[in-house]
């Protein structure tokens, strides 16, 4: 019951979370500007074009009834119409949605399955050369731009040895999408080597984007460990000569996971942040690259549905991660 | 004196101090240190992407300049934009977190409200669209990086501010009648320094690592500023034959970034015994 | 007389901490016979946790041994892994017995655990856990929470430690430290952490189910009333090392150690104000050369504060470390 009312209360937060950073985003396009109808229109477009759009938009009227405007459409899904592909932002976004996640869940997974045994083994091994060693790599893993790893992964992996794809995601068009994550199709229907192809297109942006994550795994998972280690309760399970592996695997293990977890949900967010260089690096078609072209293209209202869009997962996954955490942990059932 | 020893012992906060030094040395002398500091930004057709040798230590970019020569006042502009960035950041959240700790009013709510707004975005999107809106330009990439980063001291002030409220020294200087501005500046700033410090070395970081990455996407100062991350961009059509003309300045950035974390880790344990490693 | 179950001989400990090293037990003797309920007094400080730690062998990792035996039956201690002793012969009661519980299981889980590894009928390197075992267990574990007046087992066993109150949490406690059927439980200061009402009725308690059982248990305490109250023969402890040990009458009404006389003089009794004793302990870094409690000491002369002085027995049963002890004629 208190894990409902608990789940209810994060969730009535959500819709005050948006409108906020809806104002974020409108003052960003509305009020930054000394003209937003001109920024819209481009800059070489003639004036009658960017007059034609003022009174479109109604960006002619008062500020406030603009954000109420702005308000009403986004909640409508209306995030205006890109420039550059001439559709629907809001449209184009959720197209491109399915392979921004297939290659932020398959870098998660990843981060998760090797961050975590990692930091649980550098705790548990603490100032030997195997801790040290660990805790050099996170320490480079958190400092390297994701851009530059994505070129140097694609200098040597793609083009010195020739073992993957330089950029894209499938050779063609691509299987029809069921989910829209290529993998998940392609074992659907059953197409072995479809599968194959996309796991290979797959494995640099994931492990680039993965890395920086695993980072942050490593860090929390060891800090977490290191500090359940103190507790009282290991030392009584020590004391009562509980064996150690069973101590280690079932009761350690289990608390400072529920510390990690809170921090895959921020994870996560950084991985679609850090999707926009790296998909770029890749050519990876998602919501990354349609970001980056934007930004080239100055495609206005595409930029601000990328920044409200990603925000919104952002805040769902936070959500997300605040009710597993009560689940998990009793205390605050 | 006991204190310095130990921080001396501190493998990782003395490579990050002495990275960071170098950095900073880099920046200031980056004229006398530089190969070719008239050529920095120059075109000379002859020298086009030449790789490392005597000549060139680094190798050349695609304008025949010399990425040594390039990267270090590539160091200038790395520190100009982190310190001013970050330093608007404290300007705006440190006062902006003590207003709302020590005032117990609706503002205080309101106050950390709007920057748990500010956090549910992944910075570096917030960055993006504000520098998009702005333009390619130094100041506004300062401007986007604080206007995004400013939450994080806010939340660390208020929290620590939060938490001194009630201990006895603030109380009795209420009690003697200094005023809430004086209590704030002379007594709580004090003791939340060190917890500003370290978050302001991790930050420097961070902002370094944004604004490569806004230079990178087209968002930094425009060419041909020596930004590191634009360097790395340019870089990309003239791989695979040009492998150092993306390697140094990817270094350099990974570098300097580590340096300003060993550091701020380094302070954290050495002010926190608490959660002093191996401890 | 019976074998001692336990005997600590010449233990020093020594912690290794930032400003060098910190010697917390010094050549500490004294022995437990069995079924007995001896008591371990001394101030805050003096090396009772660290005592305990070291018999149960889970001292910190900054801790070192630095001489010493203890021997449990004919078992030393020291040198073996005592990992299959612990928890099955010698079982312990913690201080805190709320972060002693993990959060995140139930208490019916966490004594599962226990007597899945520390069954009286498991056999030593036992794999696996039998159904039929496994139901025994339960059944011992509903008696041993029924022993210590827990009514509704079943409802309990379902809860989370947080769910529980701190004195059903030590009553629990006290059940898991029973259930392995040692030979020795050691319980530090098991009731610090509760109202004092409820102190008593847990000691009490502790102390007639151990009876039953034929168990001994070491008793850690600062309080004299308590140790008064429960224990057979109590061990005073100074600066870490034994002052005195004796059977509880002699103890108070035979003082020979010039510690457990002030001691005892400064207990509260009607009408009277607590009198502290005067000076400060030592530090464990540069304790004083001969006695250690000689700058505080008002029957101290030459001789303590020139050579160390040993633990002598002038009284069967009476263990004093002194050179001037008080003298009292034979009972
Ligand atoms: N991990 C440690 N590192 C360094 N010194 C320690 C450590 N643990 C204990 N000590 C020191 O050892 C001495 C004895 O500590 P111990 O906990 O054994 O005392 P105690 O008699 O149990 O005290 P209390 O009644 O407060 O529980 C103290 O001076 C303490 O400061
Ligand atoms: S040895 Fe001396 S100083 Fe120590 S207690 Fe006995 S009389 Fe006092
Ligand atoms: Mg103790």
């Known amino acids: 019951m208190r894990l409902l009312a608990l789940a209810l209360r994060r969730f009535l937060w959500m819709p005050p979370t948006l409108l906020g950073l809806t104002l974020i985003v409108f003052s960003v396009s509305h009020i930054i500007p000394a003209d937003p109808a001109r920024v819209l229109a481009g800059e070489n477009a003639p004036v009658e074009q960017v007059e034609a759009l003022r009174r479109k938009y109604g960006l002619d009227k008062p500020l406030p009834e603009q954000f109420v405007r702005y308000v009403t459409d986004v909640v409508g899904g209306n995030m205006g119409q890109s420039l550059y592909t001439q559709r629907q932002v809001a449209s184009d976004l959720v197209e491109r949605l399915p392979a921004t996640f297939e290659l932020a869940l398959f870098a998660i997974t990843l981060a998760v399955l090797v961050g975590l045994p990692l930091g649980v083994v550098s705790a548990l091994y603490r100032n030997t050369w195997l801790d040290h060693a660990v805790r050099l790599v996170t320490i480079a893993g958190l400092a390297m731009a994701a851009f530059w790893l994505a070129i140097l992964l694609q200098l040597l992996f793609s083009m010195q040895w020739n ?34 192809t996309s796991l290979r297109y797959l494995f640099l942006p994931m492990i680039t984007l993965a890395i920086p994550a695993m980072a942050t795994i490593v860090r929390f998972t060891r800090a977490g460990v290191l500090n359940v280690m103190n507790s009282n309760f290991v030392f009584y399970q020590a004391a009562m000569g509980l064996p150690r592996r069973v101590v280690i695997w079932k009761y350690i293990l289990r608390a400072a996971l529920i510390g990690t977890l809170t921090q895959i949900g921020l994870v996560f967010g950084n991985l679609l942040a850090g999707a926009v260089v ?21 495609d206005y209202n595409a930029i601000m549905g990328f920044t409200l869009f990603t925000g919104a997962v952002f805040i769902g996954m936070n959500l997300l991660v605040d009710i597993a955490q009560a689940v998990l942990d009793p205390r605050s059932r | 004196m006991k204190t310095l020893r130990r921080l001396a012992r501190d493998r990782a906060l003395v490579t990050g101090m002495v990275i960071v030094s170098l950095l900073v040395l880099a920046a200031i002398f980056a ?16 020298f086009r992407l030449k790789p490392p040798g005597e000549v060139f230590w680094l190798g050349t970019d695609r304008m025949g300049a010399d990425l040594y020569s390039r990267l270090l006042f590539g160091a200038r502009l790395t520190i100009l934009i982190s310190i001013s960035a970050t330093a608007v950041a404290v300007l705006i959240g440190v006062p902006m977190g003590l207003v709302a700790g020590y005032f117990d009013r609706w503002y205080s709510d309101l106050l950390m409200r709007v920057s748990d707004v500010f956090l549910a975005v992944p910075q570096i999107v917030l960055a993006i669209a504000i520098a998009q809106t702005l333009g390619p330009a130094i100041q506004n990439v300062i401007l986007a990086l604080s206007a995004t980063y400013w ?25 003697m009648g ?44 425009p060419p041909p500023t020596p930004e590191w991350g634009r360097m790395i961009a340019e870089s990309r059509e003239f791989l695979p034959q040009a492998w150092w003309y993306a390697t140094a300045p990817g270094i350099a950035i990974l570098l300097v970034v580590m340096g300003f974390n060993l550091l701020g880790d380094g302070l954290r344990d050495a002010i926190d015994p608490r959660i002093r490693r191996g401890s | 007389m019976a074998p001692d179950l336990l005997s600590v001989r010449d233990l020093t400990v020594g912690f290794a901490t930032e400003n060098g090293i910190a010697r917390v037990l010094d050549h500490v003797s004294f022995a437990m016979r069995p079924g ?19 018999i149960l062998g889970v001292l910190p990792e900054s801790a070192g041994i630095d001489s010493g035996a203890i021997t449990f039956g004919t078992t030393n201690l020291l040198g073996a892994d005592t990992q299959a002793i612990r928890g099955r012969d010698i079982t312990f009661i913690p201080q805190d017995p709320f972060g002693s519980f993990s959060p995140l299981f139930t208490v019916g889980d966490q004594m599962a655990e226990l007597m899945r590894w520390k069954s009286p009928e498991r056999a030593a390197g036992e794999r696996g856990y039998k159904r039929e075992r496994r139901r025994n267990d339960a059944a011992r574990i509903i008696a041993a929470l029924k022993a210590v007046q827990l009514p509704d087992a079943e409802r309990l066993l379902r809860k989370y430690p947080h769910e529980l109150s701190g004195g059903q949490r030590q009553r629990v406690m006290i059940a898991m430290a029973l259930l392995p059927e040692p030979r020795l439980v050691i319980a530090d200061e098991p009731t610090t952490a509760l109202d004092v009402t409820i102190q008593a009725q847990i000691l009490k308690l502790l102390r007639e189910l151990a009876t039953e059982r034929g168990a001994s248990v070491l008793f850690t305490t600062h309080d004299l009333g308590t140790a008064w109250e429960i224990c057979d023969r109590i061990t005073v402890m100074y600066a870490g090392q034994e002052a005195e040990t004796a059977e509880v009458a002699d103890f108070f009404s035979r003082p020979r150690h010039p510690y457990t006389a002030m001691l005892l003089a400064s207990l509260p009794t009607q009408g009277s104000a607590l009198k502290g004793i005067p000076g400060d302990v030592p530090s464990p870094f540069t304790p004083p050369p001969g006695c250690r409690f000689h700058p505080r000491c008002p029957r101290a002369s030459e001789i303590c504060r020139a050579s160390h002085n040993e633990t002598a027995e002038p009284a069967p049963g009476h263990h004093v470390r002194c050179h001037h002890p008080h003298l009292w004629p034979a009972a």
């Not at chain 2, 004229?31 to 002859?46: E, I, K, M, R």
């Not at chain 2, 939450?151 to 209420?174: H, K, Q």
């Open chain 1, 163 to 196: 073992l993957t794809p330089v950029q894209g995601r499938i050779d063609g068009w691509g299987p029809d999408p069921i989910t829209g994550f290529y993998t998940v199709d392609a074992l659907i229907r059953g197409d072995f080597a479809t599968l194959a």
């Open chain 1, 278 to 298: 790296v998909e770029t690096v890749f050519s990876w078609p998602g919501l990354g690259t349609y970001a980056y072209n934007s930004i080239l293209q100055s």
């Open chain 2, 31 to 46: 004229t006398p240190l530089s190969n070719f500091p008239g050529h920095v930004t120059g075109f000379d057709p002859a």
């Open chain 2, 151 to 175: 939450p994080f001291w806010a939340r660390i002030v208020y929290a620590e501010t939060r938490s001194l409220r009630n201990e006895v020294f603030i109380e009795a200087a209420i009690a």
């Open chain 2, 178 to 221: 200094a005023s809430p501005l004086r209590v704030m500046v002379l007594h709580v700033l004090p003791s939340i320094a060190s917890s500003i410090i370290v978050r302001t070395t991790i930050g420097m970081g961070a902002t370094i690592l944004a604004a490569a990455s806004l230079g990178f996407l087209g968002l930094g100062a």
């Open chain 3, 36 to 54: 007995e309920i001896m008591g371990l007094v001394g101030e805050s400080g003096c090396g009772k946790t660290t005592l305990a730690r070291a």
